[in-house]
């Protein structure tokens, strides 16, 4: 494509819209993915993304906002979740399983009734679904979400790594659980139009399982692992243009690329 084509396209409003989306999302989703993923709660990730799967369908059905009903779609599920553990005893990938094979039950609902929705758009992302008022909701989140993290480092951290010692320090674990909980599933929610439902999980595994085998420190780690999403999904959404695929797919080609080389360089006993 010549030069003068390829600043044509950039200059596209879509294209500067998924750009952007990728931006909030490949930073958003590691740096909650940081803190979910050591605790071994990465299916909280596709719990929400089914969550958020069906108030899209839904709010196609009813004509209303999807992104908005998501949000509370998000909180409603992580509640259940967290009152199925607590409450009945059951173990967090049980609560989760069962949240998540609620949401695809209500979106498959949905969608019989007639809600008109592209479900490969949906699945796998794509560049025309993200909209303004997406990208408002995804930097309202991401502010959010640092202030949470910067106001709270040490709490969280003492979480993520403890429940025992955090509880010795004095957190209030419940309350961290539950406000992280909260984050991670905002997070999926608004990330789900540029990575799709089936594929936003990996975004915010991958750039952490990488920014692990690389890092020497916590705060690095987290650096390292936003670098990786970073970096994943804007290189992803130009693929995606290029070769006319779902932005999620090639993100995630690209982050697995990532996590080869990163390996690679860890057998070699790099260390940041």
Not at 55 to 78: E, Q, T
């Amino acid at each position: 494509m010549a030069t003068s084509g390829l600043l044509e396209v950039f200059s596209e409003p879509f294209v500067l819209r998924a750009l952007a989306a990728a931006a909030v999302s490949g930073y958003l989703l590691p740096l909650v993915g940081g803190f979910i993923v050591p605790r071994r709660l990465s299916l909280l990730g596709d719990s929400s993304s089914h969550f958020a799967f069906a108030a899209i369908a839904v709010g196609a059905l009813f004509g209303v906002s999807g992104i908005f009903l998501a949000y509370v779609f998000v909180v409603v599920g992580i509640f259940v979740v967290l009152r199925l553990v607590r409450v009945l005893g059951v173990s967090g990938d049980q609560a989760l399983a069962v949240v998540l094979a609620s949401g695809a039950a209500l979106a498959s609902l949905a969608i019989s009734r007639g809600a008109r929705v592209s479900l490969g758009s949906v699945l796998f992302g794509s560049l025309l679904a993200v909209d303004e008022l997406d990208l408002l909701a995804g930097a309202l989140v991401a502010v959010l979400a640092s202030a949470f993290v910067y106001r709270n480092f040490g709490g969280v951290l003492l979480y993520t790594l403890s429940d025992e010692l955090a509880r010795s320090r004095g957190v209030n674990t419940g309350i961290y659980e539950f406000l992280l909980a909260v984050v991670a599933g905002l997070a999926v929610a608004v990330s789900v139009r540029v990575a799709g439902v089936l594929l936003v999980t990996a975004v915010m595994v991958i750039p952490v399982m990488t920014a692990s085998l690389l890092s020497t420190s916590f705060k690095k780690f987290l650096g390292l692992a936003v670098l990786f999403g970073e970096l994943g999904l804007f290189l992803g959404v130009l693929l995606s243009f290029t070769l006319e695929m779902a932005p999620g797919a090639s993100s995630v080609f690209v982050l697995l690329a990532i996590l080869g080389v990163s390996a690679a360089l860890h057998r070699a006993g790099l260390r940041i």
